[in-house]
């Protein structure tokens, strides 16, 4: 079974420019996750889709990040305009039921981010 | 909120030595924890969890112990190997049925 995947995994841009991220979960996983961990604190919920629809999104930072999931299949996140405090690693992860509890969250390896 | 505080931020051990990270939750209706294992370079995976209508788990080295009268729980590394050597994040599904993390603790296994 192939494992969630991201791209790209390492992205560095200039303040004010637009960044796009990908995520593609696990085949048959209902559940994506986004995460973020900025340099040495937590990993942070952003926000949580089930097939295609926001369940949760109440760890979005602000109106400059945009997630979407068309389809139900691969979800992007993209930040416009970008700034500095957007640095840092974007997670993905997945998993078949709601409940972390009942069914795991598998992580992607992650989408660094760096704005200069 | 769920909030998820987690001590220490750095630990080194030598190898063989016994490694305990703690971490303390504030929902009181929190009921699963789960640890993830964070190797450089490599994307945080499950290495044991533990639900609240039990106190302690173990895998083999691993082991996870909870108190939900004093809300925390720890993870115990015994025999510590240089493969151990990653970040630790604990976790917290609270009521809300999100994952609440700790800052993570950067373990290092000295040969």
């Known amino acids: 079974e192939a494992g969630v995947t991201q791209f790209p995994s390492h992205s560095v841009i200039e303040k004010g420019q637009t960044v796009t991220l990908r995520c593609d979960p696990i085949?048959?996983?209902?559940?994506l996750y986004w995460y973020r961990r900025v340099m040495g604190k937590e990993i942070k919920f952003l926000l949580h889709?089930?097939?295609?629809?926001?369940?949760?999104e109440s760890g979005m930072p602000n109106n400059r990040f945009l997630a979407e999931r068309t389809g139900g299949t691969y979800s992007t996140l993209k930040v416009q305009p970008a700034e500095l405090e957007d640095s840092g690693v974007y997670f993905c992860?997945?998993?078949?039921?709601?409940?972390?509890?009942?069914?795991?969250?598998?992580f992607g390896p992650g989408t660094r981010l760096t704005v200069l | 909120g769920e909030n998820v505080e987690q001590h220490p931020s750095t630990l080194s051990v030598q190898e063989g030595d016994s490694a305990v990270i703690k971490c303390t939750y504030s929902?009181?209706?929190?009921?699963?924890f789960p640890w993830y294992k964070q190797e450089l370079g490599k994307r945080p995976q499950l290495i044991i969890d533990?639900?609240?209508?039990?106190g302690e788990k173990k895998d083999q080295r691993i082991a996870v112990t909870l108190n939900k009268t004093a809300k925390h729980f720890s993870l115990h590394i015994t025999e510590t190997q240089p493969e151990d050597s990653a970040v630790y994040f604990c976790?917290?599904?609270?009521?809300?049925?999100?994952?609440?993390f700790g800052k993570g603790t950067l373990l290092t296994v000295n040969p």
């Open positions: 992860a997945s998993s078949r039921g709601r409940l972390a509890s009942t069914d795991t969250q598998y």
């Open positions: 085949s048959g996983h209902d559940n």
């Open positions: 889709f089930v097939k295609e629809s926001k369940q949760d």
């Open positions: 929902d009181s209706a929190s009921n699963y």
């Open positions: 533990i639900r609240s209508n039990v």
């Open positions: 976790a917290a599904e609270g009521s809300n049925y999100k994952l609440t």
